[in-house]
């Protein structure tokens, strides 16, 4: 009765934690540029696209992870934020295999000190997103790595940086992108993960 008991509640926590793991699978994350060149002084910004193929939602926060000494970051939206498959604007539309999926763009901007010495610098930030109810939590983190290019001689009016002024709260416009994404396989993924636990559960039933 022992080893039936104990084999039960392994099957239990596994279907428990599962529908959580397999929503972690659904968060989609897609750095647009990761090098951007500038010149001393100047804003670099970046874009990250974040999405969801489920109907659940769930809070996405970012944060800053290493930043060069005396360089500001501002990633809009500050703070956490909820997201769905019809995200609050600034907005852009993705096409993953044959499906038109609406993405949330996320806007980084690093500004750096006009003393800036030439070369390339890296800005680390993460994506940490939750899921799950009650005491069974599930959380993914996505890391992103910026590369800023400092150049002096470059000439400015081709450089990719961007005012300041431009990370405002909020945005008034945005336009729509198509990108080419590979299709998720979070379904196959999930009956592997279970396929395996259940696997290591009746091993561990058999040799107690």
Same mark, same amino acid.
């Given at each position: 009765?022992?080893?039936?008991?104990?084999?039960?509640?392994?099957?239990?926590?596994?279907?428990?934690?599962?529908?959580?793991?397999?929503?972690?699978?659904?968060?989609?994350?897609?750095?647009?540029?990761?090098?951007?060149?500038?010149?001393?002084?100047?804003?670099?910004?970046?874009?990250?696209?974040?999405?969801?193929?489920?109907?659940?939602?769930?809070?996405?926060?970012?944060?800053?992870?290493?930043?060069?000494?005396?360089?500001?970051?501002?990633?809009?939206?500050?703070?956490?934020?909820?997201?769905?498959?019809?995200?609050?604007?600034?907005?852009?539309?993705?096409?993953?295999?044959?499906?038109?999926?609406?993405?949330?763009?996320?806007?980084?901007?690093?500004?750096?000190?006009?003393?800036?010495?030439?070369?390339?610098?890296?800005?680390?930030?993460?994506?940490?997103?939750?899921?799950?109810?009650?005491?069974?939590?599930?959380?993914?983190?996505?890391?992103?790595?910026?590369?800023?290019?400092? &150049? @002096?001689?470059?000439?400015? %009016?081709?450089? +990719? =940086? *961007?005012?300041? $002024? &431009? @990370?405002?709260?909020?945005? %008034?416009?945005? +336009? =729509? *992108?198509?990108? $080419?994404?590979?299709?998720?396989?979070?379904?196959?993924? +999930?009956?592997?993960?279970?396929?395996?636990?259940?696997?290591?559960?009746?091993?561990?039933?058999?040799?107690?």
């Amino acid at each position: 009765m022992g080893k039936l008991l104990k084999l039960a509640i392994i099957v239990i926590v596994v279907w428990a934690i599962l529908p959580a793991a397999a929503q972690s699978i659904n968060f989609g994350t897609l750095l647009k540029d990761n090098q951007v060149k500038i010149t001393p002084g100047s804003t670099a910004d970046f874009t990250i696209l974040v999405w969801t193929l489920i109907e659940e939602e769930y809070p996405v926060m970012f944060t800053i992870k290493e930043v060069p000494k005396d360089w500001k970051v501002i990633i809009n939206p500050t703070g956490d934020f909820v997201l769905n498959q019809d995200p609050e604007e600034p907005t852009e539309i993705m096409l993953l295999g044959n499906e038109n999926v609406k993405a949330k763009v996320i806007k980084v901007y690093v500004k750096t000190p006009s003393g800036a010495a030439d070369g390339e610098y890296k800005v680390k930030i993460s994506a940490l997103a939750g899921f799950g109810e009650s005491n069974i939590v599930v959380r993914q983190e996505r890391p992103f790595t910026l590369t800023v290019d400092v &150049d @002096a001689k470059a000439d400015a %009016d081709k450089t +990719t =940086g *961007a005012d300041m $002024n &431009d @990370a405002a709260p909020f945005y %008034d416009e945005i +336009t =729509g *992108a198509v990108a $080419n994404m590979i299709p998720n396989s979070s379904g196959l993924l +999930t009956y592997v993960i279970l396929i395996v636990i259940l696997i290591l559960a009746w091993i561990i039933y058999k040799h107690e």
